[in-house]
């Protein structure tokens, strides 16, 4: 269990957990953090549920009050040159921002790939989201000189 204090009258207890099942009020959580990730991700709950029971993934999040507030997934895979992971879909609710939620998210993602023994732990993010990249750096990550490519396969 993790707490964070904020401000000089205001506490708030933060738990970072690692989901095993999603039930209603989480996936309700789940689908409106997804929108405000992304406006074109579409919400699939069998696709959460598939996900949270596969060994390569862990949908880690926080909860304030026993909401979800953030989340984040922790992909680990196997290459001939190690073990890596990969960390996707970063978000906080946008009424929760500011209050500590990704810096704690992301030092128990980087928490885990060092208990996992991860020889990496990769993320993207775009040049404009600088205090994101700030965070990012705070938390231990590093600045690569990369260029990220995507293939997107057409639709059906």
């Not at 401000?7 to 099942?21: D, K, N």
């Not at 073990?83 to 209050?99: A, F, L, N, S, Y």
Request: hydrophobic share 40%.
């Amino acid at each position: 269990m993790a707490h964070l204090r904020y401000g000089r009258r205001m506490a708030e207890q933060l738990v970072v957990e690692s989901l095993s099942a999603v039930d209603d009020r989480d996936a309700a959580a789940l689908a409106g953090l997804l929108g405000q990730l992304s406006s074109t991700a579409v919400f699939d709950r069998r696709r959460l549920e598939t996900m949270v029971s596969c060994d390569a993934t862990e949908l880690l999040v926080v909860r304030s009050e026993g909401g979800i507030v953030g989340m984040a997934t922790l992909v680990v895979f196997p290459l001939p040159s190690g073990v890596r992971g990969h960390v996707e879909d970063v978000v906080v609710d946008e009424r929760m921002r500011g209050r500590g939620v990704a810096g704690l998210l992301l030092r128990h993602m980087t928490d885990r790939a060092t208990a996992l023994g991860l020889r990496t732990l990769d993320l993207t993010s775009r040049p404009s989201r600088e205090s994101a990249l700030r965070l990012y750096e705070q938390v231990g990550f590093v600045r690569r000189d990369t260029n990220v490519l995507r293939f997107t396969p057409p639709g059906p």
